[in-house]
């Protein structure tokens, strides 16, 4: 378990049937673990905690979720309204080893007009993962690059 100083302002909460299985998915694109509940022994864990730098991330077991709150919908559904995104150097890379440990791909990797590759695919509780990579954004090098994308949406 690692310990860190890093200080969190907020941090995306995801559901989960199996926290280990979701942990150890985010655990080989590059977070770590911070801190779980219970810490020891032959019960499964409740939640983990993970980071990976300043990005915090709580895995809970969904059970738990509805049993501690009684909020009547935690749990799956078919509608996607997040995902989460995860900036690593090597797309492809880190692509084919979830690919290799059984993530299912729904985007292959690609390259983005803005300068972005980035790749889909679902976690074990098939929350869509987008792993990317961050360039400077710097749109004047890229000559598929849509002016009307700056303009924000009439409220």
């Known amino acids: 378990m690692t310990s860190t100083n890093n200080v969190r302002l907020g941090q995306p909460t995801l559901y989960a049937t199996?926290?280990?299985?979701t942990a150890?998915?985010?655990?080989?694109?590059g977070f770590e673990e911070a801190y779980?509940?219970?810490?020891?022994?032959d019960t499964p864990p409740a939640f983990i905690c993970l980071n990976r730098g300043t990005f915090y991330l709580t895995i809970s077991q969904?059970?738990?979720?509805r049993q501690q709150t009684g909020l009547p919908k935690v749990g799956r559904t078919t509608n996607r309204a997040f995902d989460i995104t995860v900036i690593v150097t090597d797309v492809d890379g880190v692509v084919a080893d979830l690919a290799r440990a059984g993530a299912r791909v729904l985007v292959e990797p690609r390259d983005q007009p803005w300068g972005d590759r980035h790749a889909y695919v679902t976690d074990p509780?098939?929350?869509y993962v987008q792993i990317t990579t961050h360039?400077?954004?710097?749109?004047?090098?890229?000559?598929e690059y849509q002016p009307e994308w700056d303009t924000?949406?009439?409220?």
């Open 18 to 21: 199996d926290v280990e299985a």
């Open 62 to 65: 969904i059970d738990v979720i």
């Open 36 to 41: 779980r509940f219970p810490p020891t022994g």
């Open 125 to 127: 509780d098939g929350n």
């Open 152 to 155: 924000p949406a009439a409220s």
């Open 24 to 29: 150890a998915f985010y655990r080989r694109v």
């Open 135 to 143: 360039a400077d954004h710097d749109i004047s090098q890229f000559s």
